[in-house]
């Protein structure tokens, strides 16, 4: 089984949270479309074995192509992949585009039509003020609007929203989720705010202009949203996602558990076990090397230690946990020995426990997961 992920890079403004490679110039848009057809039919043989588990189109603004730009990419999927009525598409959207060329009835249609279902709507708060913070494009009302119409079309439907936004009270983001809820939304991941280097929040931090990330308030507002969706009846089976019963991203719960994927289109990331590889981040070249037949890509050959920490980093935010049995299978004992060694002390202060051979975050934890996992990692020789 394969997953298949599509970087669509464009974007008709820049949040000033984001560090994703995009272009706000959308000129080349029906050059890029092309050349991503031409990368999946060059890279065809890559799963010519393995049926498509999932197929996700993110970005970038993937809701930014045309009907007839989507259509082309699904012809070209379809035709040379092998894709079945199990397989999950997902498509990443703006709310804004869903207003912008057409009504939002006929574009869900149009999306629905082409084989997608699922759908993730990029909402991040339910508020003007933090919406004009960040930069989104959306106004509150078009979320509004469309998260009543879409059930109509979808059942899969899932929403980003992001918590530990200056200025937002705990009470202002226990409101973010309580009108996500009231839309019966069967999915919600919740993101804490960050400050990657080169964007415009990072500069408006540094300047004064914007008050700096309080972390004590994003572990309150992380805390608020556990315990509102667990009563709600989500499950939280991996750190920032939350879903109802069979509405579990098979996509992400694939990438968490190490199975092969293949990334199309500037920046995307594949990985198929043993190798992981990357394409450039830069449009025009992209375009570029496509045209010429050439697969615009750097690889890297995992050693022993880049896949256990990679297992680390992964399954430690998912709700099964580390398999301490696969962990001595898959890199032997001495690996199993020293996870637990470098879990002793979190596993004394009760940040992780041992559940049925499985070493799991606590609640206490979940917040200090990344943190944790680091600690664990393997950084000596052995390979």
Not at 11 to 16: M, N
Not at 179 to 200: G, M, N, Q, R, W
Not at 249 to 275: R, V
Request: glycine fraction near 6%; proline fraction near 3%.
């Amino acid at each position: 089984m394969y997953s298949l992920y599509i970087h669509i890079p464009f974007c008709r403004r820049a949040c000033h949270y984001c560090d994703f490679h995009f272009s706000t110039t959308l000129k080349r848009k029906g050059e890029m479309v092309n050349a991503l057809c031409k990368e999946l039919i060059l890279r065809k043989n890559e799963a010519i074995n393995s049926e498509l588990q999932t197929v996700y189109l993110g970005g970038g603004t993937p809701s930014i192509l045309s009907y007839q730009e989507l259509q082309q990419l699904f012809h070209t999927i379809f035709t040379h992949y092998k894709v079945s009525p199990s397989t999950e598409i997902t498509l990443e959207a703006n709310p804004d585009d869903f207003f912008r060329d057409s009504s939002p009835q006929q574009m869900l249609e149009q999306l629905r039509s082409l084989g997608i279902n699922r759908l993730s709507l990029g909402v991040q708060s339910f508020f003007e003020e933090d919406l004009q913070l960040m930069n989104r494009v959306h106004s509150v009302a078009q979320v509004e609007t469309l998260l009543q119409i879409t059930p109509q079309y979808f059942d899969n439907i899932t929403i980003d929203l992001i918590y530990g936004i200056p200025r937002m009270s705990k009470e202002r983001w226990q409101e973010n989720i309580n009108k996500a809820l009231s839309f019966d939304i069967p999915h919600i991941s919740a993101y804490a705010l960050t400050v990657e280097e080169k964007t415009a929040l990072h500069k408006f931090i540094a300047t004064g202009k914007i008050p700096p990330i309080n972390d004590e308030q994003a572990y309150i507002h992380f805390q608020i949203l556990i315990d509102t969706l667990e009563k709600e009846g989500f499950i939280q089976y991996e750190f920032s996602n939350f879903g109802k019963e069979g509405y579990f991203s098979k996509n992400n719960t694939a990438y968490w558990f190490g199975k092969p994927y293949m990334g199309i289109g500037p920046s995307a990331h594949s990985f198929n076990g043993k190798e992981r590889s990357w394409n450039i981040a830069h449009n025009i070249k992209y375009i570029q090397q496509i045209q010429q037949g050439i697969l615009p890509q750097e690889k890297e050959e995992l050693t022993l230690n880049n896949r256990y920490n990679e297992l680390i980093i992964t399954r430690i935010r998912t709700m099964v946990g580390i398999d301490l049995e696969e962990v001595r299978i898959v890199f032997g004992d001495d690996y199993r020995q020293y996870l637990l060694q470098q879990a002793r002390k979190y596993l004394a202060d009760e940040l992780l426990t041992i559940e049925e051979n499985h070493l799991k975050v606590t609640h206490k934890g979940k917040f200090l997961s990344d943190g944790i996992a680091s600690d664990l990692f393997r950084v000596d020789d052995l390979i």
